[in-house]
């Protein structure tokens, strides 16, 4: 079956950090894949996707690229802020496109 | 104008009670959801309508029926409200999944 796995949180940076959020994914055939983003209080929003293999997604100074050989879908930035703190999820869409698989969410807190 | 509206945004009521939560879409899309997200930010996805028919529905108690009177529109009804429905509920919808799911912002159910 189709499910992603993505690291607990929370996790706690300062600002300007690095990040990286672990995403695995298993599937069925060729999924597209997803990063959304949860502030509080609020739904979530599309962050990045990346449809084929080897296709790296950006957004916001986001990244993340479609590891088929890994099946992995890790999100990074190079230098975080404040406003990024926020829950992140990972998620597939299999090519039926009737669903989405979501992650558990990851908690990020940025701290000055 | 919002993409994807759900109201109310807030709502408390008394277990045994019978609440609605209305969903409204002005992207034209086919596919509409419900996701539950627990205190935990776990999203799980309870029904999917495309084009007014019922496409997805996964296990929750009978209390829950949705209801869509055309494409634009998906409602949630729950009957006997108990404790554990206490949660966040989002409207999503979509044209074909692999583009991403626009989410509303959610409606907080606290039943006391």
């Known amino acids: 079956g189709n499910s992603v796995t993505q690291m607990e949180g929370p996790v706690t940076l300062s600002e300007e950090a690095f990040l990286t959020i672990n995403c695995t994914y298993t599937a069925t055939g060729y999924p597209s894949l997803f990063w959304y983003v949860q502030y509080p209080g609020e739904g979530l929003q599309l962050l990045l996707k990346?449809?084929?293999?080897?296709d790296k997604g950006s957004n916001k100074g986001f990244e993340a690229t479609y590891r088929k050989e890994t099946t992995s879908f890790h999100l990074e930035k190079g230098s975080v802020q404040v406003s990024d703190s926020a829950v992140y999820f990972c998620a597939l869409s299999d090519r039926t496109g009737n669903q989405f698989y979501f992650g558990t969410g990851t908690s990020l807190t940025v701290i000055p | 104008d919002t993409a994807v509206s759900q109201t109310p945004k807030y709502l408390v009521t008394q277990m045994g009670n019978d609440k609605s939560i209305k969903c409204e879409q002005n992207l034209g899309h086919d596919t509409m959801y419900w996701y539950k997200q627990d205190s935990k930010k776990f999203l799980k996805i309870m029904f999917s309508?495309?084009?007014?028919?019922?496409?997805i529905n996964e296990t929750v108690p009978n209390r829950f029926s949705p209801k869509s009177p055309d494409k634009a529109h998906l409602n949630l009804h729950i009957n006997s409200l108990e404790l554990g429905d206490s949660a966040v509920y989002f409207c999503a919808s979509s044209q074909v999944s692999q583009v991403g799911y626009t989410f509303g912002s959610g409606t907080r159910l606290t039943v006391v």
């Open positions: 309508y495309n084009n007014k028919e019922l496409i």
């Open positions: 990346a449809t084929k293999a080897d």
